[in-house]
């Protein structure tokens, strides 16, 4: 059973750039995409930016800032942010999918990471 293991979250001032870690547990070529999502205190879970993991291609919610950047390497993909802002504020999750489907839906993805609590204070 694939595992996804996220990291990399923590308590940061405005401005600063964190990089978050979704490690996975098992062979990740047999998933189709990864993403990752995040949810603030009190909203609904949202897609941010998804890795199609055949050629490492990513695709970025419409809406996202150029902040942030996913990557993969050897079976890690990453998040990096860079100026923080206090509404990015939020646990961080990555989800795979084995199959296709709408990338930033939070049901069609089959498997979830427990998430990584990132703070930002201005």
């Known amino acids: 059973q694939l595992q996804l293991v996220e990291s990399g979250g923590g308590s940061v001032q405005s401005g600063a750039s964190l990089r978050l870690r979704c490690k996975v547990l098992?062979?990740?070529?047999?998933?189709?995409?990864v993403a990752w999502f995040r949810q603030a205190p009190g909203k609904g879970r949202e897609g941010l930016a998804a890795?199609?993991?055949?050629?490492?291609s990513p695709t970025y919610r419409r809406s996202l800032e150029v902040r942030f950047t996913i990557s993969e390497d050897k079976g890690t993909v990453y998040f990096q942010m860079t100026d923080l802002k206090p509404e990015d504020t939020a646990i961080y999750y990555c989800?795979?999918?084995?199959?296709?489907?709408?990338?930033?839906?939070?049901?069609?993805?089959?498997?979830w990471g427990q998430g990584t609590q990132v703070n930002v204070s201005s």
């Open positions: 989800a795979a999918v084995f199959t296709g489907g709408s990338l930033f839906t939070v049901d069609n993805y089959d498997i």
């Open positions: 098992g062979d990740i070529r047999s998933t189709k995409w």
């Open positions: 890795l199609q993991t055949s050629d490492g």
